[in-house]
């Protein structure tokens, strides 16, 4: 008994004295970790600067199934955020600011605890090399469960070396990995939309599409709407020599909605039409190669390209409904004259202000 008490004793000096141990150390803590990702630098930043693609590499989301998102209208650019809740954890993240290509700056809190986020972007031998360093301090707790586990810096370290190695395979595989299928000439029907309507260099054309599909879909969250199918595009300008591209992104809708003037959406309608159907299964990074095809498809079996309608890229499978970008499908519909029929309709695209139907609806012959 007595031997028992001394023990008792024992564990709990040895406590006491593992207390006040770690409670001396340091909480301050600055972990830096790189690695080079076989991936040209633009596509590496793009990645990275979204935070909906945060659950394909972080090593700690991946591992833990309870971890459950929340995204908010803006996920990529400065002022960015995103917000979670798991089993242990409960926190947000905020980029604070972006140089292109180059860096990017973040807040993050992990409960209750304060940390800076900081990523460079360089080019180098074999694609990018990427350094995530990230600078805070634990509190007392942390600095326990940190102890136990060999000290912050190998915790995060390990952390963000398997990250970094997730993110190398994710953008190898996932980003580099697409087919393209040209389906044949389809009858696209009309119907109602509402759009955006944006101006910008081929090199943002990827980006901003991203973020107007985003604003488009919190628009319909926000004002209570159901759309009756995907979002898609409309080109109305794509002139590579002055570096301009117009186009739409949008929204199909049952009937025609009334907008308030001054908002920066629009309502429309487009007439059906006899179009090329090309189908993009992968990263949307890949629509140039799908256009090529399609339209060296048109050029080898003798199809005209209908200048009265626009072409319209329809995603019918996106990253809302697959993280995985290998498996994200759109679909392209260029505007021909079908075989053996009248062309008396040759006046340059214009935008009629209306759209497409759903996927699921077009009609193959």
């Known amino acids: 008994m007595r031997i028992l008490k001394y023990l008792f004793l024992l564990i709990f000096l040895f406590l006491i004295g593992m207390s006040v141990f770690v409670s001396t150390q340091k909480g301050d803590f600055d972990v830096t970790r790189s690695k080079v990702i076989k991936n040209p630098r633009i596509t590496v930043f793009n990645y990275i600067n979204d935070y909906r693609n945060w659950e394909t590499f972080c090593s700690w989301i991946k591992n833990d199934n309870s971890y459950k998102f929340n995204y908010p209208e803006v996920t990529m650019g ?3 955020s995103c917000s979670w809740i798991s089993t242990d954890s409960e926190g947000n993240l905020k980029t604070i600011s972006v140089k292109e290509n180059e860096s990017i700056t973040q807040k993050m ?3 209750e605890e304060y940390s800076e986020i900081y990523w460079k972007f360089k080019d180098t031998v074999g694609g990018t090399k990427v350094t995530w360093r990230s600078k805070g301090k634990l509190d007392f707790k942390a600095k326990i469960a940190a102890f ?3 000290g912050i810096n190998s915790v995060i370290g390990d952390a963000y070396e398997k990250s970094l190695e997730n993110l190398n395979k994710t953008l190898d595989f996932e980003i580099n990995t697409y087919k393209v299928k040209v389906n044949g000439v389809v009858n696209l029907p009309g119907g109602f939309y509402l759009k955006q309507f944006l101006h910008c260099k081929q090199k943002d054309v990827d980006r901003n599409i ?8 919190h628009f319909f969250v926000k004002n209570k709407m159901n759309s009756k199918g995907k979002p898609f595009i409309i080109y109305h300008k794509y002139d590579r020599t002055n570096d301009d591209i117009g186009f739409s992104v949008c929204m199909p809708v049952k009937d025609s909605i009334y907008i308030m003037p001054g908002s920066d959406i629009e309502s429309g309608k487009l007439k ?3 179009t090329l159907k090309t ?13 090529k095809k399609a ?3 048109m050029s080898k079996n003798h199809f005209e390209r209908n200048n009265s309608g ?3 890229e329809v995603y019918a499978i996106g990253r809302n409904d697959v993280k995985n970008p290998s498996k994200w499908v759109t679909e392209i519909y260029i505007p021909v004259f079908p075989k053996g029929g009248e062309k008396s309709s040759r006046k340059k695209p214009t935008d009629s202000l209306s759209v497409v139907p759903a996927a699921n609806e077009i009609v193959e012959p």
Do not use: C, P
């Open 279 to 291: 189908t993009l299964t992968g990263d949307y990074s890949h629509t140039q190669t799908a256009w």
């Open 310 to 312: 626009q072409i319209i």
């Open 272 to 274: 059906s039409y006899t």
């Open 210 to 217: 991203k973020i107007l599909v985003s604003r488009m879909e």
């Open 148 to 150: 136990f586990h060999g």
């Open 109 to 111: 809190v992990n409960n």
């Open 78 to 80: 400065q002022g960015a």
């Open 295 to 297: 339209l060296a498809y």
